[in-house]
């Protein structure tokens, strides 16, 4: 591994003009600091090299509210804390977009805050890390994301088939034979990931799995105009959603359209949002332990501290039925 005199004599500087850059010292110009980050960077330094010193992780928030104790996010975060505080590390939560990202590579970000590794929650496909993180030599954890070929990154998230199979079974339990899907588009690792997890499950129970029992699109009223009467059209007594949003909005789609939940189609979503008790009906829902995920994330970032190269981590998931899904209409049984 490389260390700080290393990098002085690549530059031809002395190692406390080294140590003052990558500190973010006052009296180290912006011109010197960049040189020694980008040069930190290519030779494969890294704070975790350094025996571990300065404990200081950050928490990067995307695409996902955190803020308010309802948020999805918040929970994420209180459970990671409740592991790292105690274990002496500082945890920072940034919130993350994409000028940051096209300011300064991912490395030399962490390597300028200071940080020994990082959680993603809410990144999307396009954002301009995720290409950083296949040759990354910092330590980061991804929330519903994955990349190969790289054993300093991991994915943790819930264990999309085995949940998608929870739900397809209970559907089949209760005599539904045509099931269908709708989801935000596909943008997304994870919606790809519940999406495939989807078609799998059908195959699994030797039900009709052809692409024309599942629709994505961008915004969720775009997804109900578009795909909802098709579906309805083939047949489907149950409708699985990608996120609970869209099923909630689905519940309230049907009520306009005089389709009766469940006695006409059950509804079941993913995540298990404090949403889903209050809607009409109350949802069924696939949970995520959003708690025991940012535990799990701690638990992945400290394996990766400690050099044991964690590819993914993965929650059993849990189905939880309330009384939007119930028996086939007896005018479809047997369709």
Known sequence: MATMGDIAKCL????????KALSGATDVSETMRKSVLETAVELGYSRVSRGGSGRRVAIFVENMAYENPDDFGRD???GFRKLAEPADYQVDVVALNEEI??????DEYMLRGGYQGAVFLGMTLLDPWMRDFRTCSTPAVLYD???????LITHVGIDNDEGMDMAVARLVDLGHQRIGYLSSALGSYVYQARYKSFFNALRQHRLDAHQYVAGYSYRISECLERH??????KGCTAIICSHDLLAHTLLIH????GIRVPEDLSVVGIDDIPLCRYTTPPLTTIRQNRTELGK???HALSSQLGQVPISTLLLHAELIERASIG???PAKQGR
């Open 101 to 106: 990202q096209r300011e300064l590579p991912y």
């Open 145 to 151: 994301n994955h990349i190969k070929s790289n054993p």
């Open 296 to 298: 799990c994330a701690f």
């Open 76 to 78: 994420i975060i209180t």
């Open 12 to 19: 031809g500087v002395s190692k406390g003009t080294v140590s």
């Open 228 to 233: 909802l009467p098709r579906l309805l059209d």
């Open 254 to 257: 049907c009520g306009e359209l």
């Open 327 to 329: 028996p086939v209409p």
